[in-house]
């Protein structure tokens, strides 16, 4: 599990880094973000933080015998908070361009039309 832990800061660095240089390598590699639906430079403002704070909790994790169990309790919760504020910063319309706003709103307006359509059919 330490070497898991590694590796994930050590991927978790590189984006950083990236990240604090104004790049990407690592947040738009699917197919379902488009980069383009996003104000870049607001994602990346947030998200330079948020992944160093990854790359701090991974690394602090794989020598985990330094802080004990309560220790890493703690940085797991750490970790788990900022998994649920990357989902935030890109689910939130502050973060999106005007394209990516549109289509989150086609997106809500198709699955209200599809719950009509449930409940009649």
Do not use: P
């Not at 978790?12 to 104004?22: I, K, Q, R």
């Amino acid at each position: 599990m330490d070497i898991l832990f590694f590796f994930a800061a050590c991927l978790g660095l590189a984006e950083t880094v990236d990240l604090f240089m104004g790049k990407d390598f690592l947040m738009f590699m699917g197919s379902k973000i488009d980069e383009r639906d996003y104000d870049l430079q607001k994602v990346f403002r947030v998200e330079k933080w948020l992944f160093a704070a990854d790359t701090l909790g991974c690394f602090i994790l794989s020598r985990g015998s330094w802080i004990g169990l309560w220790g890493q309790m703690a940085v797991i919760l750490i970790l788990l908070l900022t998994v649920i504020m990357h989902t935030w910063v890109f689910n939130d319309e502050r973060f999106m361009s005007a394209s990516g706003i549109k289509k989150k709103q086609q997106k809500k307006e198709a699955r209200r039309v599809w719950r009509e359509q449930k409940k009649k059919g």
